[in-house]
């Protein structure tokens, strides 16, 4: 008795992961307005970086981002990012959403902002652009 083995201590992180990890998406419904109608992106833009400046909200472009002759995000477009692991260097970011002006809403997004030789980058994994 009293004997804790790796697998059950493996378990129980797993199972506490799961469920905080299901319950992310509902805590990030007061952020964004349910009713704008978005289209999803295609996923190949994970491999592209954009150069990104520190701003207000996390970050803004300094780079457009474009994809099949279609500009689909310009210059100073906002990224909205939060510092994981504050005590590593460098330091990195995940990105939770992005809006395309001061005036828009923001639109929920999935992507990681890192510091390399003096500048930041932004690489986004999933991303919803709205369709007007």
């Known amino acids: 008795m009293g004997k804790i083995t790796i697998n059950r201590l493996s378990l129980f992180f797993f ?3 799961f469920y905080t990890g299901c ?4 805590s990030y419904l007061p952020s964004f307005p349910q009713n704008i109608e978005c289209q999803k992106i295609d996923y190949l833009l994970s491999a592209s970086q954009l150069r990104v400046v520190p701003s207000k909200e996390g970050f803004t472009l300094s780079t457009p981002l474009v ?13 909205r990012a939060k510092r994981v692991f504050p005590q590593t260097l460098p330091p990195r970011y995940i990105v939770e959403a992005i809006r395309l ?21 932004l690489t986004l994994s999933n991303l919803y652009l709205p369709k007007n």
């Open 101 to 121: 002006n001061s005036k828009s809403s923001f639109v929920p997004a999935t992507g990681v902002v890192f510091y390399s030789e003096g500048k930041y980058w």
């Open 15 to 17: 199972f506490n992961l």
């Open 67 to 79: 994809y099949a002759n279609r500009m689909l995000l310009p210059i100073g477009t906002e990224v």
């Open 23 to 26: 319950s992310i998406q509902s």
